[in-house]
T-cell receptor, first 114, second 113 residues
């Protein structure tokens, strides 16, 4: 049982490049989330998917797109990376979409945009 | 109204001491208050959580105290150990089907041997 896995672990991009962060969970969870973590800013929700086939914006969605490929996988795409998107990105999943459901986090992707 | 304010930003405690981290919220619709623990290089993990129908919840050395009238809650770590050194995040949600977690900005705890 791997839980939540994320690839890649590290990535360096140049301004304007695009990339997709991959996330997969093997817990048969319905809901999945993408957060970014910046020093002194805590965890901020980018997008979430309450169930397969649905996605919704979180607190900081600008500059990102997501795809809920199937129940297991939820990807985050940066179409044209900017230095302000330098951050650590975490994917999480939970059984339901309710706020009281425990969220299980992946190990994170550290992204640097030059 | 959606904010969760957490303090202090950083905390240094001697081994065996008590670590206390405080959080405050404004949205009275919040009814679920978890604490997440994050070790360096890892993702956050749920540590302990409370609902406002109780004023305190204890799990081992970790206790959440909740003050509904003041809209504040805190994490107490008794007999703090070097292995407790981590970043702690409080969070809040309204627990409903659309209730996403709102996280505080985190507290970096260092427990000195």
């Amino acid at each position: 049982n791997a839980g939540v896995t994320q690839t890649p672990k590290f990535q360096v991009l140049k301004t304007g490049q695009s990339m997709t962060l991959q996330c997969a969970q093997d817990m048969n969870h319905n809901s999945m989330y993408w957060y970014r973590q910046d020093p002194g800013m805590g965890l901020r929700l980018i997008y979430y998917s309450a169930s397969e086939g649905t996605t919704d914006k979180g607190e900081v969605p600008n500059g990102y797109n997501v795809s809920r490929l199937n129940k297991r996988e939820f990807s985050l795409r940066l179409e044209s990376a900017a230095p302000s998107q330098t951050s650590v990105y975490f994917c999480a999943s939970s059984q339901g979409g309710g706020g009281a459901d425990t969220q299980y986090f992946g190990p994170g992707t550290r992204l640097t945009v030059l | 109204q959606q904010q969760v304010k957490q303090s202090p930003q950083s905390l240094i405690v001697q081994k065996g001491g008590i670590s206390i981290i405080n959080c405050a919220y404004e949205n009275t619709a919040f009814d679920y208050f978890p604490w997440y623990q994050q070790f360096p290089g890892k993702g956050p993990a749920l540590l302990i959580a409370i609902r406002p129908d109780v004023s305190e919840k204890k799990e081992g050395r970790f206790t959440i105290s909740f003050n509904k009238s003041a809209k504040q809650f805190s994490l107490h770590i008794m007999d703090s150990q070097p292995g407790d050194s981590a970043t702690y995040f409080c969070a809040a949600s309204n627990g409903g089907s659309q209730g996403n977690l709102i996280f505080g900005k985190g507290t970096k705890l260092s427990v000195k041997p």
